[in-house]
């Protein structure tokens, strides 16, 4: 099964989106985004596909959307990809891709919409909010 996760191991929606796909049995390919960004294309390309913007995919709560003035409507889509890559921490995370889609996984169960295999047991996110009950069934309604 081939599941990649641009994954950052200090977000914990990050370490949940992680725990409910290893949930299925499936070990995927985990990638740490912060050391290892995926080029200009894979990055355009993983954006398109979730069905987000750009924008949509930037984290303008970190310090470097601001230095940068990444605000400013005249930035092109290209442009925010190259900060994006210059400064990792502004991709917003988790991408999963998987053959059903790929999905920015925020909240973590967006992720349950692309997987291919079913869940296998209970899952709770680390705050404790029950996501899939004992017979691999989700609790939460679907997003």
Same mark, same amino acid.
């Given at each position: 099964?081939?599941?990649?996760? +641009?994954?950052?191991?200090?977000?914990? /929606? /990050?370490?949940?989106?992680? $725990?409910?796909?290893?949930?299925?049995?499936?070990?995927? /390919?985990?990638?740490? +985004?912060?050391?290892?960004?995926?080029?200009?294309?894979? @990055?355009? $390309?993983?954006? &398109?596909?979730?069905?987000?913007?750009?924008?949509?995919? =930037?984290? $303008?709560?970190?310090?470097? +959307?601001?230095?940068?003035? @990444?605000?400013?409507? &005249?930035?092109?889509?290209?442009?925010? =990809?190259?900060?994006?890559? &210059?400064? *990792?921490?502004?991709?917003?995370?988790? #991408?999963?891709?998987?053959?059903?889609?790929?999905?920015?996984?925020?909240? &973590?169960?967006?992720?349950?919409?692309?997987? *291919?295999? *079913?869940?296998?047991?209970? #899952? /709770? %996110?680390?705050?404790?909010?029950?996501?899939?009950?004992?017979?691999?069934?989700? =609790?939460? %309604?679907?997003?």
């Amino acid at each position: 099964m081939n599941i990649t996760i +641009y994954h950052n191991p200090r977000c914990g /929606s /990050s370490r949940n989106t992680l $725990a409910l796909i290893r949930n299925t049995g499936v070990e995927p /390919s985990v990638i740490d +985004y912060l050391a290892n960004p995926p080029s200009h294309a894979q @990055l355009a $390309a993983m954006i &398109a596909q979730a069905g987000l913007t750009v924008r949509g995919a =930037i984290r $303008a709560r970190e310090a470097p +959307y601001a230095e940068l003035g @990444l605000d400013n409507p &005249a930035l092109t889509d290209a442009a925010l =990809i190259d900060a994006m890559l &210059a400064h *990792p921490i502004l991709i917003n995370r988790p #991408f999963v891709v998987t053959p059903h889609g790929v999905r920015l996984c925020r909240p &973590a169960e967006l992720v349950l919409n692309i997987l *291919p295999l *079913p869940q296998l047991g209970a #899952f /709770s %996110k680390e705050d404790g909010e029950a996501v899939i009950d004992g017979a691999g069934r989700r =609790i939460t %309604k679907a997003l």
